[in-house]
């Protein structure tokens, strides 16, 4: 069975920082690539990074280029996202997912966590 289970999220002030992580379980980790998406109260799937199965690649949605960063470590099954310089606009619930995906092409629910919440408020 496939498992995703994410962590880090939390409250923090405009302008800090907060580090997600995902562990999967259930599947090979190292052949898959491995994305993060993000769903703000009100509305849609937002597409937010993906990383290529050996982290040779990585891709960002244009909203968090240059503040988020994605990584992984194989051998911990583990996939990572740094955020910094954090805007309101980044509230949102917090997903990874298994596969490659991006703004035109969205994660099912089956290949997704159950996510971690993360507030970016004063």
């Known amino acids: 069975e496939v498992q995703l289970v994410e962590s880090g999220g939390g409250l923090v002030q405009p302008g800090g920082s907060l580090r997600l992580s995902c562990v999967a379980s259930?599947?090979?980790?190292?052949?898959?690539?491995m994305t993060w998406v993000r769903q703000a109260p009100g509305k849609g799937l937002e597409w937010v990074s993906t990383?290529?199965?050996?982290?040779?690649?990585?891709y960002y949605a244009a909203s968090v280029k240059g503040r988020f960063t994605i990584s992984r470590d194989n051998a911990k099954n583990t996939v990572y996202l740094q955020m910094n310089s954090l805007k309101s606009e980044d509230t949102a619930r917090y997903y990874c997912?298994?596969?490659?995906?991006?703004?035109?092409?969205?994660?099912?629910?089956?290949?997704r966590g159950q996510g971690t919440q993360v507030t970016v408020s004063s």
């Open positions: 259930g599947f090979s980790f190292s052949s898959y690539d």
């Open positions: 990383i290529a199965s050996d982290g040779s690649g990585t």
């Open positions: 997912a298994r596969g490659y995906y991006n703004e035109y092409r969205l994660p099912p629910l089956s290949n």
